[in-house]
């Protein structure tokens, strides 16, 4: 089962943008489908400016790393995924958070560290969870999570659920011990498990091209693992979603695990707190250029959505945005207390032998 657009080589070459996309306009994606990916990428991209906003505002706790650029990815798993699938994200993990359907007042109060966020105020931007959503938490180890991913992917398979774990995480993860172990864990036992690099071409401050044998971090060590060496344009929400919607039938079906890279870039750095001046600058605006919410919305009006239903789409999501805002900072800081709950299996913090 192959996988489409999956043979590209902007990835190696950053300032190369993607070739032409209006042929793209062609893939099988209901109108219907394509109107909520639209909805999903201005509700990342909106949030997550609203998120810097409130950054710059000195009202989040602790630092962030947005999604601003690399909406595409996080949008097409989200509508392909289904609802009882797991999501495994880095600390980079708003848009994978909300994209399963968690709702943005608890997710922002979780970021300003109030008594009503997701996490009770104690995650911050770096910790979101919510099982109820299959979103199986945010990682801040550097690999960490794939092996995790694997665990709920050996469950569902001894359990016979038909669920698939996908575990995204950053073009660093690859060179890390855990994501060899886990690839060669998850192809020999043939768990549904979907791994996804989101490669935008930075390791924090790095350039990933720099410090890697091969030019595609993830797509060329597939065949070391028997599996399909996938690259796909990150940037694109219908690329995204008719690979998600493939890579989840084939892991799904039986088939074992897939690796996709998808190529993408930040808008901005590493984090709230990096500026991101390593970056050249041409680089910086030819990828900007290649934004996927506007990419979309051009693809959007040449299929013929009007623009007033397209405007009226944003404007919904602003008002969203607004009341979960308003309602994130009405809540109150947690009570001193809460840091002794959570701890231990029971809830307590007494130590039990």
């Known amino acids: 089962m192959t996988l489409p657009l999956a043979s590209h080589d902007y990835g190696a070459h950053p300032t190369v943008l993607p070739p032409s996309v209006t042929a793209r306009d062609r893939l099988q994606v209901p109108q219907e489908t394509r109107i909520d990916l639209y909805r999903r990428l201005q509700e990342l991209r909106q949030f997550e400016k609203r998120a810097y906003d409130l950054f710059l505002q000195q009202l989040v706790k ?12 996080a949008a097409g798993f989200g509508a392909a995924m289904r609802k009882d699938d797991y999501t495994f994200a880095t600390y980079r993990g708003h848009a994978h958070t909300l994209s399963r359907g968690v709702p943005m007042a608890p997710v922002l109060a979780e970021l ?26 945010s990682y801040a180890i550097i690999g960490a999570h794939l ?17 698939v774990a996908v575990c995204f995480f950053g073009d660093g993860t690859t060179n890390i011990g855990a994501f060899h172990e886990a690839l060669n864990f998850a192809a020999a036992f043939r768990l549904p498990t979907v791994f996804v690099c989101e490669n935008n071409l930075y390791m924090e401050y790095t350039p990933i091209r720099d410090v890697t044998a091969v030019e595609r971090p993830a797509a060329d060590r597939a065949a070391a693992y028997g599996l399909e060496p996938l690259h796909v344009d990150g940037n694109d929400a219908d690329v995204m979603y008719t690979t998600a919607a493939t890579a989840l039938a084939r892991a799904r079906e039986g088939a074992g695990p897939v690796l996709v890279e998808a ?6 750095g590493h984090s709230r707190a990096d500026p991101g001046k390593y970056r050249p600058a041409e680089e910086v605006a030819a990828w900007q250029a290649y934004d996927p919410v506007h990419l979309y919305r051009d693809r959007l009006t040449r299929l013929g959505v009007a623009e007033e239903d397209l405007a009226r789409i944003e404007a919904e999501v602003g008002r969203r945005v607004d009341e979960a805002t308003a309602e994130a900072k009405s809540g109150p800081l947690p009570d001193t207390a809460e840091a002794f709950t959570d701890v231990w299996a029971d809830g307590g913090s007494s130590w039990r032998n």
């Open 263 to 268: 190529v993408t870039y930040r808008h901005g």
């Open 112 to 137: 300003l560290g109030r008594a009503n966020g997701l996490m009770g105020g104690k995650g911050g931007s770096m910790h979101l969870t919510s099982v109820e959503h299959g979103v199986m938490g």
């Open 147 to 163: 092996c995790v991913a694997n665990g709920a992917a050996w469950s569902a398979k001894l359990r016979g659920s038909g669920q």
């Open 62 to 73: 602790g630092t962030s790393h947005l999604s601003l650029g690399m909406e595409a990815i």
